[in-house]
């Protein structure tokens, strides 16, 4: 089948194909309406060291870097993105879904703070709340430890929480999937349809003979190749010479001997060499 084909059968079942694509289109509207659309707000935080451990560098913070900065960040994603830190954030009035992480490919202790969530607006301020939190549960981790103000690690914001983005990718993946999902079924039932009426168009075959009525004559007229094998041989092969009747018998022995004939041509011939000669006569053979 090729394709002008295939637009003749589209055509041809315009009332199958037609309610299809309305289907479809409602359905996509249907998973547009389910599936709204998400909003996400990024903020990206560094840790830099104590102003203790700066001294040596008049004080600047991002002279002095340390690896045990970086295992603090890491601590510090794991307990933001806990249960009982979601609980808390929750609490405050943040809304969405929170993640923490070290950033990708980064060179330093560097965090990325990640709201996600249908409000706008919600996502926003959320985003500026985990960051918020984030500053103060690292300076609760190093109080409950008595470390001084001095020596304590410190948090500072490199990009703050960034204007929410629509995050459409899933959304449209699911828009796609309705869409082709109708449209797929929507041809199988235009095509199911077109078999279907093509099927019953075909030319019935001969179907058997119908029983006769009760009185009825039941005899078909006889084929030429449903002849009895007598006639076949009378027609074919004369009667044997011993078998014809003289011309000094009566007149009344003349349809005996057509039956003898019939009788003797309807079974198998003789052969005139199996009898070795022999031909009885007429008379012996009417004894």
Known sequence: MDLAEIFRVMRRRWYVLLPGLLLTAGLTVAVALMVPVTYQSQSTVVLLNSQ??????DGNPFLSTQTSLTGMADSLARN?????????????????TYEAKLADNAQG??????????????VLASDRLLTTYAAGRLKEFQAKQSVASKAMIRMTTIVPPQNPVAQTKTRIEYLIMAGLLGFVLSMVATFYVEARKRTGKLP???????PAAAGAPTT?????????????TLALRPPPRWSRSTETEP???EPEAQRSVVTVASAEPLDEESSHGYRPRTGQRDR
């Open 220 to 232: 078909a007229p006889r084929r030429k190749t449903e002849e009895s094998v007598g006639e076949q």
């Open 251 to 253: 007149a009344a022995a």
């Open 80 to 96: 933001l993105n806990s249960d009982a830190s979601i609980r808390e954030l929750k609490a405050q009035g943040a809304t969405g």
């Open 204 to 210: 019935q075959l001969d179907r058997p003979a119908q």
């Open 52 to 57: 203790k451990a700066t001294v040596a560098y």
């Open 109 to 122: 202790p560097l965090m990325w703070l990640t709201v996600t969530g249908t409000d706008k607006a919600a």
